[in-house]
């Protein structure tokens, strides 16, 4: 089984900045998380879930939304099996609930319905 645990989020004002990590425990069942896709999906008030930015499982190449390209930078740490979303120039319509998610199938990473596994959510708030 795999549990996905994201942690960073908070209150922060128009045009700063905000870093979320996403911390995964693994059971010796999965010996190929790394190959993973993994993604961050926003669920905004009043909106669907979009999906922001993922890595590919056969590429290993990031993807953006056009919403958050050139602000958003995804990563992830294969050793210590995180995953990281910088978040920059921070605008009150990034407010939302913050999913990071997994699956090990081959999918459109970008897209919010394609992941298994999910964490419980980080509430990031902007204020203008």
């Known amino acids: 089984q795999l549990q996905l645990v994201e942690s960073g989020g908070g209150l922060v004002q128009r045009g700063g900045t905000l870093r979320l990590s996403c911390a995964a425990s693994?059971?010796?069942?999965?010996?190929?998380?790394?190959?993973?896709?993994i993604g961050w999906i926003r669920q905004a008030p009043g909106k669907v879930r979009e999906g922001l930015a993922c890595?590919?499982?056969?590429?290993?190449?990031?993807y953006y939304s056009d919403s958050v390209k050139g602000r958003f930078t995804i990563s992830r740490d294969n050793t210590n099996n995180t995953m990281n979303l910088q978040i920059d120039s921070l605008k009150p319509e990034d407010t939302g609930i913050y999913y990071c998610?997994?699956?090990?199938?081959?999918?459109?990473?970008?897209?919010?319905?394609?992941?298994?596994?999910w964490g419980q959510g980080a509430q990031v708030t902007v204020s203008s």
């Open positions: 998610a997994a699956t090990p199938a081959t999918v459109t990473c970008l897209s919010p319905w394609a992941y298994d596994y």
């Open positions: 693994i059971s010796a069942s999965i010996s190929d998380f790394n190959k993973y896709a």
């Open positions: 890595i590919g499982s056969t590429d290993g190449r990031p």
